[in-house]
């Protein structure tokens, strides 16, 4: 598959990949499937490969940071992002992530009160803490969380305990 077209594919993606049926058969009913059928096809396989992620974190550029670390032994795809836990659990909501990625310090909800509110929600959805403030471990397990890493992180330690989450 050429790079333009993985570009497309990725975008697509992002629209959310729950709805990308719903929208094709939409096309499909139009007389569109000539055209965007491969590509939906080639969509669905990339999302099923990868997993879906949110990333809330109240720097927003340490959570990508964070995500750089992972993605280069992960596939993760990033599907939403969010700096305060009442926007993170809106977007949790609304795309049904197989990961969210998170820190304690969020403004208008904790990040154990996000923890706990996903746990209630959807308790198979893995959620693995990356945070300096390393006292909140035990709490952030009892309340649901499956990985914790204290920042700055050891070399590989991210991607480790994100597989052992997924697991």
Same mark, same amino acid.
């Given at each position: 598959?050429?790079?333009d077209?993985?570009?497309?594919?990725?975008?697509?993606v992002?629209?959310?990949?729950?709805?990308?049926?719903?929208?094709?058969?939409?096309?499909?009913?139009?007389?569109?499937?000539?055209?965007?059928?491969?590509?939906?096809?080639?969509?669905?396989?990339?999302?099923?490969?990868?997993?879906?992620t949110?990333?809330?974190?109240?720097?927003?550029?340490?959570?990508?940071?964070?995500?750089?670390?992972?993605?280069q032994?992960?596939?993760i795809?990033?599907?939403g992002?969010?700096?305060? #836990?009442?926007?993170?659990?809106?977007?949790?909501?609304?795309?049904?992530?197989?990961?969210?990625?998170?820190?304690?310090?969020?403004?208008?909800?904790?990040?154990?009160?996000?923890?706990?509110?996903?746990?209630?929600?959807?308790?198979?959805?893995?959620?693995?803490?990356?945070?300096?403030?390393?006292?909140?471990?035990?709490?952030?397990?009892?309340?649901?969380a499956? #990985?914790?890493?204290?920042?700055?992180?050891a070399?590989?330690?991210?991607?480790?305990?994100?597989?052992?989450?997924?697991?």
């Open positions: 598959m050429d790079k077209k993985q570009n497309v594919l990725a975008d697509l992002t629209i959310g990949g729950r709805d990308l049926a719903k929208r094709s058969s939409k096309l499909v009913r139009r007389g569109l499937d000539s055209l965007f059928s491969p590509m939906l096809e080639d969509t669905a396989r990339i999302s099923e490969h990868r997993i879906r949110i990333v809330v974190n109240c720097v927003p550029e340490r959570g990508r940071l964070i995500v750089d670390q992972i993605a032994e992960i596939d795809y990033i599907v992002e969010a700096s305060n #836990g009442a926007d993170g659990l809106a977007l949790f909501e609304q795309l049904h992530p197989e990961l969210v990625l998170t820190c304690i310090g969020l403004k208008f909800m904790s990040g154990l009160d996000l923890i706990s509110k996903i746990k209630e929600k959807r308790p198979e959805t893995r959620i693995v803490v990356t945070t300096i403030q390393g006292s909140q471990k035990e709490e952030a397990f009892r309340r649901g499956d #990985g914790f890493v204290t920042l700055p992180p070399s590989g330690e991210l991607a480790e305990v994100v597989k052992e989450a997924m697991e």
